[in-house]
């Protein structure tokens, strides 16, 4: 059995709330960070139907003062490897 991580979406989302609301900052706050012309890209990332870009989660890290580790929620599946 070999253990694959991946991205719980919600829960990353959640995340991602709270470190905004810890770090103080507004949705729109961080619209105009981004220079997004609207705030629907956050609210995806919020919302947990879409993930921001890596280069994204390198703004999100260091506007929030975490490393790109805290800001995705990860969960464990074990699979069989293949062949085995």
Do not use: C, E
């Amino acid at each position: 059995m070999i253990t694959i991580p991946s991205i719980d979406m919600m829960a990353t989302g959640q995340n991602i709330i709270k470190l905004r609301k810890d770090a103080g900052l507004t949705v729109k706050d961080l619209q105009m960070m981004f220079g997004f012309t609207t705030p629907q890209a956050i609210y995806k990332w919020q919302h947990g139907t879409a993930m921001p870009t890596v280069d994204n989660l390198l703004v999100l890290a260091v506007v929030f003062g975490v490393h790109i580790d805290d800001i995705i929620v990860s969960d464990t599946v074990s699979k069989s490897q293949i062949g085995a």
